[in-house]
């Protein structure tokens, strides 16, 4: 079993459906990254969480470190969106992370006009 | 602010030749990563450096695969000799601390080994 899993893998949306990526982990971590993955582009971070709730335009993330699970949402979806997304966790050793990532396989998005 | 700089952007090898690549972090950013990323699945890390020491190479292919930072700044990634299964997208990263801080990622040299 990977240490981090991301749900659904492949997702198909129409323009400005509300989305849901899901990410459970079984490491403790010290945050928690969100990323996005443009075809043939590099990597942008899109959120660093270690409790609560972040919010940035249309994009809200979510973790409970109880659950060791997190939600990346997607208010209003647009074409422009489609990419893929990856979470990642830091994970933490006696309380100190060394910054080291583990990533889960990445969730396919595609929206449709 | 400029970002994590690599070159090249692409290159294709015959297996059994070597290969290296470059990359320019952040300026002032202390810690650099290599990850390996494989088409359909997530980076994996295979070097992370604090200035120019290593912190963590443990899923380094130590057999065929080297990285340095010379003076805490540039690192180069090199395979020598490639295998087909190294055909992957060799992204750099840095962050001003490796302590859960932020990375950023450089648009990553894609390997193709025939």
């Known amino acids: 079993k990977n240490e981090v899993e991301q749900s659904p893998q492949n997702l198909t949306a129409q323009e400005g459906e509300f989305i849901t990526i899901n990410c459970s982990y079984s490491?403790?971590?010290?945050?928690l990254h969100w990323l996005q993955q443009h075809p043939g582009g590099g990597i942008v971070s899109l959120f660093m969480?270690?409790?609560g709730k972040k919010k940035h335009g249309r994009l809200i993330a979510t973790i409970n470190i109880q659950e060791k699970h997190s939600s990346l949402h997607i208010t209003a979806s647009h074409p422009r969106d489609s990419a893929v997304y990856i979470c990642a966790v830091d994970g933490s050793a006696g309380g100190t992370s060394y910054g080291k990532l583990t990533f889960g396989q990445g969730t396919i998005l595609t929206v449709h006009p | 602010e400029a970002g994590v700089a690599q070159s090249p952007r692409y290159k294709i090898i015959e297996k059994r030749q070597s290969v290296a690549f470059w990359c320019n972090p952040i300026?002032?950013?202390?810690?650099l990563y290599w990850y390996q990323q494989i088409l359909g699945q997530g980076p994996k890390l295979l070097i992370q450096f604090q200035n120019n020491g290593v912190v963590d190479d443990s899923q380094l292919p130590k057999d065929r695969f080297s990285a340095e930072r010379l003076k805490g700044v540039d690192s180069t990634l090199k395979i020598q000799p490639a295998k087909l299964e190294d055909s992957a997208v060799y992204l750099c990263?840095?962050?001003?601390?490796?302590?859960?801080?932020?990375?950023?990622f450089g648009p990553g040299t894609r390997l193709t080994v025939l």
């Open positions: 490491v403790g971590i010290s945050a």
């Open positions: 990263a840095s962050s001003l601390i490796g302590l859960a801080g932020e990375q950023f």
């Open positions: 969480l270690s409790s």
């Open positions: 300026s002032g950013h202390a810690t």
